[in-house]
């Protein structure tokens, strides 16, 4: 076999690859109790400081995964929502339910956040690739259309609500699929959020999606929801709930980019269809 020439053009040396390194900055959820629990760190008078970052990482992919009714799609719409009234573009890619569904689903978040759609609507660009299944199945034309999206519409965000839906009844390709995903959007300076589908209930705040761990460690963080029924006297204390409650769970498992609180918190879906993160476990 003939000797391979080394990639010289891939070795960087740490201030080079500082030059191109983006500045993080916080990035509004429009989530209530979310954006206060990511933070940096800076050195005042020879002592670590901890200074809020005032929402998700810039630049940041992550994962949001738990099992059915959990509020993963309704956290991607406030999201989107919010980026949307702040008069960016967002790309929105549906890959479970076609476009003219999720779009009445984010007006409805929209009017329950307060926020005019008609006013916001232009800046949410939709991919439909629950109806054009070129886009699942064949992931070069998912990028070429996504790339054409982003340069069209100068877009700096991107949800896919499902990237589950990219592997489905393939989970081998899972790794392969979500990475693909993944660095394509960081090669495109893309804020990202992908919801994933659990298997199952058990093991409720692990990361593991469907594909297994390979998803969570591709991503730069991993948000779990999970909910659990009060089935005895031992968890009504625990959660200080009533037997028979669904109560609903939120943890952040880790973030490469910027510091995060990990303790499980929790979370709220109102009666207006908005998601919300309570206090820590615990904490009275």
């Not at 984010?106 to 916001?120: N, T, V």
């Not at 982003?150 to 979500?178: C, F, H, N, P």
């Amino acid at each position: 076999m003939a000797e391979r020439e080394p990639l010289k053009e891939s070795i960087l040396v740490g201030g080079q690859a500082l030059e191109k390194a983006p500045q993080i900055k916080g990035i509004e959820t429009g989530i209530e109790g979310l954006d206060e629990l990511f933070f940096t760190t800076k050195v005042e008078g020879g002592k670590v400081k901890r200074v809020p970052l005032g929402g998700i990482p810039s630049y940041s992919i992550f994962n949001i995964t738990g099992v059915s009714d959990t509020g993963k799609s309704l956290m991607v719409e406030q999201f989107t929502v919010k980026r949307a009234s702040s008069g960016e573009k967002v790309i929105f890619i549906t890959v479970e339910s076609p476009a003219h569904f999720v779009i009445t689903g984010l007006q409805a978040r929209a009017y329950a956040m307060g926020i005019d759609f008609e006013k916001i609507k232009d800046n949410i660009i939709l991919i439909d690739a629950a109806s054009y299944s070129a886009l699942r199945d064949d992931l070069p034309t998912l990028f070429n259309t996504l790339a054409y999206a982003i340069k069209t519409y100068k877009a700096k965000y991107t949800v896919v609500d499902s990237i589950t839906g990219l592997y489905e009844a393939r989970e081998m390709m899972a790794r392969t699929v979500v990475r693909q995903v993944f660095n394509f959007l960081k090669k495109w300076y893309q804020t990202g959020l992908f919801v994933s589908q659990k298997r199952s209930g058990h093991e409720e705040l692990t990361a593991e999606a469907a594909g297994g761990y390979a998803v969570g460690h591709i991503v730069d963080g991993t948000m779990v929801l999970a909910k659990v029924l009060v089935d005895s006297s031992y968890k009504a204390k625990q959660y200080g709930k009533s037997v028979g409650e669904i109560v609903r769970l939120f943890r952040i498992d880790g973030c490469r980019l910027t510091g995060h609180d990990t303790r499980t918190h929790f979370f709220e879906i109102t009666e207006e269809g908005l998601v919300k993160i309570g206090k820590p476990l615990g904490e009275k």
